[in-house]
């Protein structure tokens, strides 16, 4: 088993383009997690995935972001319309219903000029 | 009001030198969890520890659930043990969401 692998590791984009990232769990784990990260905070939390469930979403997930996990196996971050403020780490974890705790990937660091 | 509250902010030890850091956590937040970045960005985990005492290696760690605190103790600390240690848990009911203190920045010089 690799762990949580994230794609791509960094990423620079044009404002007003879309982005789009990708996490693969490790593969017992049917949770997964999406997190952002900016400099000098803890991560913050965006969404969480039960299978193939979108079970939770944050407010800070505005309507230009959006998440899948079609099969219940990898998941994709969507941003649309890139704003300078939508830079950050992004980072996806992935846990089981057995143990809660999470295994998180590298994370794929996002700058929007 | 806060949730998961971490201290020190920051510490600086000199190799060798053992710690201790805190983190207290509110009534609706459970199943603790410690985690190590890294200068380059990678969050390890350390300790899933909702109750108890575990150790691995020089790492151990504490939580009393009844207390709302956690500790991590490091012994013998090294240079590599330099970075943000971070808390963090569940909040109250059926949530996949952890909850993330603000971190220790912990720097080890040689």
């Known amino acids: 088993d690799t762990g949580v692998s994230q794609d791509p590791r960094h990423k620079i984009t044009k404002r007003g383009q879309n982005v789009t990232f990708r996490c693969d769990p490790i593969?017992?784990?049917?949770?997964l997690y999406w997190y952002r990260q900016t400099l000098g905070q803890g991560p913050e939390f965006l969404t969480y995935?039960?299978?193939?469930?979108?079970?939770?979403k944050s407010r800070l997930l505005s309507d230009r972001f959006s998440a899948e996990r079609p099969k219940g196996s990898f998941s994709t971050l969507e941003i649309q319309r890139t704003e300078q403020g939508d830079s950050a780490m992004y980072l996806c974890?992935?846990?089981?219903?057995?143990?809660?705790?999470?295994?998180f990937g590298s994370g794929t660091r996002l700058t929007v000029v | 009001g806060i949730q998961v509250e971490q201290s020190p902010p920051d510490l600086i030890l000199q190799e060798g030198a053992n710690s201790t850091l805190r983190c207290n956590f509110s009534?609706?937040?459970?199943?603790l969890q410690w985690f190590h970045q890294n200068p380059w960005g990678q969050l390890i985990n350390l300790f899933y520890?909702?109750?108890g005492t575990k150790q691995n290696g020089r790492l151990s760690a504490t939580t009393v659930a009844t207390e709302r605190y956690s500790l991590l103790y490091i012994s013998s600390s090294q240079t590599t043990d330099s970075g943000v240690y971070f808390c963090?848990?569940?909040?109250?009911?059926?949530?996949?969401?952890?909850?993330f203190g603000q971190g220790t920045t912990l720097q080890v010089k040689p």
């Open positions: 974890a992935s846990s089981s219903d057995r143990n809660y705790g999470y295994t």
């Open positions: 963090a848990g569940h909040g109250s009911g059926n949530t996949g969401k952890l909850i």
């Open positions: 995935f039960q299978n193939e469930a979108q079970l939770e």
């Open positions: 009534d609706s937040v459970n199943n």
């Open positions: 520890i909702p109750s």
């Open positions: 593969s017992e784990h049917n949770r």
